[in-house]
């Protein structure tokens, strides 16, 4: 199961092609900048989750 950062950083990321996708629609170049950086923002955060999960997992088995 994916912890909280994963999950948090999945949804951010759906936010900010949300925002992105309006921002195309209305052009408003401000909204996909925004958008932009909420996604990378988001992508940031789940790799963080999975090298939490990593550690967790390795520290626990004794494995990477």
């Given at each position: 199961?994916?912890?909280?950062?994963?999950?948090?950083?999945?949804?951010?990321?759906?936010?900010?092609?949300?925002?992105?996708f309006?921002?195309?629609?209305i052009?408003?170049?401000?909204?996909?900048?925004?958008?932009?950086?909420?996604?990378?923002?988001g992508?940031?955060?789940?790799?963080?989750?999975?090298?939490?999960e990593a550690?967790?997992?390795?520290?626990?088995?004794?494995?990477p």
């Amino acid at each position: 199961m994916p912890n909280k950062d994963v999950v948090k950083g999945l949804i951010k990321q759906g936010e900010g092609r949300v925002q992105e996708f309006v921002g195309n629609l209305i052009d408003d170049p401000n909204l996909m900048a925004k958008g932009e950086a909420n996604e990378e923002t988001g992508k940031a955060q789940e790799t963080v989750g999975h090298l939490k999960e990593a550690v967790h997992s390795a520290t626990r088995t004794g494995k990477p």
